[in-house]
């Protein structure tokens, strides 16, 4: 009840402050954002120190490795969070733009601005330095930011907290428009999620778990998505050096992330020369090929693949691959088996990749490009909040100007209705 | 359970046909609605037989006038919706476009193309004219839809549907993109609002009661405003004539509907001279005034204004009135009270049209203009399947544009990532 009644207060607390944010204008926005890098750096040790608590709990909980390391505020670390907010500093400030204007018959004047969204709710796992990414882009879009981190992050997320704060003091930004929900209860997340008076927007970033969960229990918008299948798929008359290449880059550059390509789709006409080049290149880089029947024609030492393969979003080095007989074929693979992230064609023909851009409907579809390159900063979006395979908002990766929306501004002189 | 399997299935059906339609020329889209307006004319009379239906049972159960008016399929509701097709015929198709191209450091062409949402379900009270509209809406934008209307205007909506599906057989678009649910169950619509695979925006459209139902159990996201508390503000040195037409239009040209002014709101230098003319303005048209102290020591008469007024969304011909001391009093209150509708200054002060127009964040904000104008019509988006006041995907009236949502598109010759 006492958790309940706080994370409103905080919620308030973030919408009151977010009013005077949205009106705060750009350069005063800027400085606040670099008061917030400078703090950082200079709380290196008290940041270090209250992480160490974070670290300490961790190892006796036998968290992996691989989670401490994500949740260690290291020197580069620290430095990473401080640069990211000077580069967030130096981007164009989307608030107050004008996105377009037109005329009416009776001479209104009618325009769509763009303004902030309100208040941003983050939920998201052990990274301590979403912390500061986050309050970042929502600082620079003109909206407040309430986070709720996972627990096991919850001395290093209060404490960057506690540093962006006393940044903000000696700046005309409220401080209280960044928040941390200082619970570290799973209820704290449903009771965040019922502050839709106070809340506009909720952001899940984790596993597919935590994000059911959110979708679930909440009654404010979210942007989200579950996984990302994305897809290759080899023409038939693709350049194959080229093929090789995109194939390699989007399967092993990052193969645990959600842009990470999960399944090869090989025109027949081409797989015979096709399969074993990249078979040959994937087994070299320790990758597991899962394949069809017609693959496994070719390659028959290769593991088959099973139904469950082709909706598989591994976030490992496995990928499979499968033979199809012609473009309407893999166009209907992707839409029965994709999870509308990313997709791209590799081809050599005109209308082929028209016809891949115009019919496939996934967030970011691509000709002769990695599917590594969706992603907001690749896209030139500056950075990234989220990414989205909801359509509802912003589709594919979300950057500052989807932390915005329009109000219809109209200029009349004496305008009334007939 | 029955009835839950068979949503299900509506709304699959849909999603499948759906696909089709997401890729459908133009012209053929085009073709399918002058089909469906024929068809409407043609079947008039099977229309009204089974409006018929409805309408017995609605004076056996008693219902209001007002109400069998609005479940009324007379001649010239016919004619509206057939010729309400044909307007969205000729409007521009807005799938395909390309918003914006831009080109990345590497050389990366990336663009946002405008795609379907997907499925579209509309959850609406008894008016089976907007089965048609709905359906012309979605179809056009290239979005399949699932309608659920009222139970009383059941045997119409499902006559309307079935003079839908009749004339898009002899079209390359299938029938199954426009799905009535047979059911008059409320159940029926908790089992829609379940379907969140099938089903990409969920748009209700009647009271307040409706709405917050819909949001408190859909999966979905729903484009939504609960209520229009709109506001004209009388700036000081304001031209009079041109604030008393304004407030008598926003006021009384359809006080029924959301985009009515419900408080007005005058600076205190102007209060003296201008109430006493607004007052015998609205008296003349029957309005009653609610006033605050300062407005009621002008014209004691008036019924004295309560703090629940401030908030009230009226619907009828009564209006609140209140003198409040300078430009930050009037920002301050609508903020505080206002619905996020719609807002107008009337004033001749450059600085503060260009303030009210930054610091309102209503969905529509104005300067000297009638609120009345804050519809999808009136502000050249073709027509309005909907108005929201949730800042997610759509903010305002909202049309064909906000039907669709932009998928990036980019186009590369062989980029990986480093």
């Known amino acids: 009840m006492d958790i309940e009644k706080k994370v409103r207060e905080l919620a308030l607390q973030v919408k009151a402050a977010a009013r005077v944010l949205a009106a705060a204008p750009t350069p005063e926005k800027d400085k606040a954002l670099l008061a917030m890098a400078a703090?950082?750096?200079?709380?290196?040790?008290?940041?270090?120190?209250?992480?160490?608590?974070?670290?300490?709990?961790?190892?006796?909980?036998?968290?992996?490795?691989a989670m401490i390391d994500r949740l260690t505020l290291s020197d580069k670390v620290i430095e990473a969070m401080a640069s990211g907010l000077e580069e967030v500093a130096a981007f164009p400030d989307p608030v107050g733009e004008v996105v377009r204007m037109w005329r009416r018959p009776n001479r209104l004047l009618v325009g769509k601005m763009r303004?902030?969204?309100g208040v941003v709710g983050m939920i998201y796992e052990s990274r301590p330095n979403v912390t500061a990414d986050?309050?970042?882009?929502?600082?620079?879009?003109g909206n407040g930011v309430i986070l709720r981190g996972g627990s096991e992050a919850f001395h290093s997320n209060m404490a960057v907290l506690e540093v962006l704060h006393e940044a903000l003091e000696s700046t005309s930004i409220p401080p209280a428009v960044i928040q941390v929900v200082p619970f570290v209860e799973r209820q704290a997340?449903?009771?965040?999620?019922?502050?839709?008076?106070?809340?506009?927007?909720?952001?899940?970033?984790?596993?597919?778990?935590?994000i059911r969960f959110v979708v679930e229990h909440s009654r404010i918008p979210v942007i989200?998505?579950?996984k990302g299948v994305c897809h290759v798929f080899v023409d038939a008359g693709a350049e194959v050096e080229m093929a090789r290449k995109i194939v390699v880059n989007a399967k092993v550059h990052r193969p645990g992330v959600c842009n990470a390509a999960e399944t090869i789709l090989?025109?027949?006409?081409?797989?015979?020369?096709?399969?074993?080049?990249?078979?040959?290149?994937?087994k070299s880089k320790d990758v597991e090929i899962r394949g069809c029947a017609r693959t496994l024609a070719l390659f028959p030492g290769l593991v088959p693949a099973t139904d469950e393969d082709w909706a598989a979003e591994y976030l490992d080095l496995i990928v499979a691959v499968k033979v199809i007989d012609d473009f309407d074929a893999a166009v209907a693979h992707i839409t029965r088996y994709g999870s509308d992230h990313t997709e791209t064609i590799v081809t050599s023909d005109y209308h082929r990749?028209?016809?891949?851009?115009?019919?496939?409907?996934?967030?970011?579809?691509?000709?002769?490009?990695?599917?590594?390159?969706s992603d907001g900063g690749q896209l030139g979006l500056g950075a990234e909040i989220g990414?989205?395979?909801?359509?509802?908002?912003?589709?594919?990766?979300?950057?500052?100007?989807?932390?915005?929306?329009?109000?219809?501004?109209?200029y009349g002189d004496g305008q009334i209705r007939d």
């Not at 997340?189 to 935590?210: A, F, K, S, T, W």
């Not at 090989?266 to 994937?282: C, N, Q, T």
């Open 39 to 65: 703090g950082l750096r200079k709380q290196r040790d008290f940041l270090q120190e209250r992480n160490q608590l974070d670290l300490e709990k961790a190892r006796i909980n036998g968290l992996s490795a």
């Open 224 to 226: 989200k998505h579950y």
């Open 353 to 373: 990749s028209q016809d891949f851009l115009r019919r496939v409907n996934s967030s970011v579809v691509m000709v002769n490009a990695s599917t590594r390159f």
């Open 387 to 410: 990414i989205s395979t909801t359509k509802l908002h912003a589709y594919g990766p979300m950057g500052l100007e989807g932390l915005t929306t329009t109000k219809y501004i109209i």
């Open 189 to 210: 997340i449903n009771y965040l999620l019922q502050c839709e008076e106070e809340i506009d927007l909720i952001i899940p970033r984790g596993g597919e778990g935590l």
């Open 115 to 117: 303004i902030p969204l």
């Open 134 to 141: 986050a309050a970042g882009l929502c600082l620079k879009s």
């Open 266 to 282: 090989v025109h027949r006409e081409i797989a015979e020369s096709f399969i074993p080049l990249m078979v040959a290149d994937l």
